[in-house]
């Protein structure tokens, strides 16, 4: 398996406050990935990485951030937190950026 | 803005019934993978068909690629428990570095 852990795992918080999601990954791939997964919506591109401090939005990028300053580590921000970004958050890498995807067990997070 | 549509969206059947699953898109890919994930995991990979009209085997699980590169489709014979899941599809589109994903095929197959 990939070693690709994510952190927290589960987190229950309220609107408006701060939450920050946690991507490490030891299989030193050049790409990470941030995916929200609802019913009925499949997976959905937050944000994503090519590099060290090189990212770029996805399809659903309004209202998170993420920042990239080492290899190892793809952090997912949610500045002030809304009910409708409860969901479960997935990372994902890869090593090219054209081949097969490796997940994360993802986040599950509640915003009350 | 390509698309994948799945087919269909939810799936029960008992087990040793065989079943098909479509992918199809109005665009052309390159290539197009399929995932399975489990409840509480993220997607693994199970192939990718990249030539048009490949197949590709995979025990009970045969997966086609459109000769068009348009469309894709999961057969699974004699379907067992251990096959329930999520299927998802996906394909590198004409933005680098993003898959497009299908909105999944929920599977159970009943003992």
């Known amino acids: 398996d990939a070693g690709i852990t994510q952190s927290p795992r589960h987190k229950v918080t309220e609107t408006g406050t701060p939450v920050t999601l946690r991507c490490h990954q030891t299989?030193?791939?050049?790409?990470m990935y941030w995916y929200r997964q609802d019913p009925g919506h499949g997976l959905r591109l937050i944000h994503y990485?090519?590099?060290?401090?090189?990212?770029d939005k996805g399809e659903v990028s309004d209202g998170y951030s993420v920042s990239r300053s080492k290899t190892e580590d793809f952090l997912l921000t949610l500045e002030s937190a809304t009910s409708s970004q409860t969901s479960v958050y997935f990372c994902?890498?890869?090593?090219?950026?054209?081949?097969?995807?490796?997940f994360g067990p993802g986040t599950r997070l509640t915003v009350l | 803005t390509q698309l994948l549509e799945q087919s269909p969206q939810f799936l029960s059947i008992q087990e040793g019934e065989n079943l098909t699953v479509y992918c199809n898109s109005s665009?052309?890919?390159?290539?197009l993978q399929w995932y399975r994930q489990e409840p509480g995991e993220g997607p693994v990979l199970l192939v990718t068909?990249?030539?048009g009209g490949e197949v590709k085997k995979l025990k009970r699980l045969t997966f086609q690629f459109g000769d068009a590169r348009k469309d894709s489709s999961l057969h699974i014979t004699a379907a067992q428990p251990g096959d329930t899941g999520l299927y998802l599809c996906?394909?590198?589109?004409?933005?680098?570095?993003?898959?497009?994903w299908g909105a999944g095929t929920k599977l159970i197959i009943k003992p």
């Open positions: 990485s090519y590099g060290v401090k090189d990212t």
């Open positions: 996906a394909g590198y589109g004409d933005s680098n570095y993003q898959l497009i």
């Open positions: 299989e030193n791939h050049r790409y």
């Open positions: 665009s052309v890919f390159s290539s």
């Open positions: 068909v990249v030539t």
């Open positions: 994902a890498i890869s090593g090219t950026g054209w081949d097969e995807q490796f």
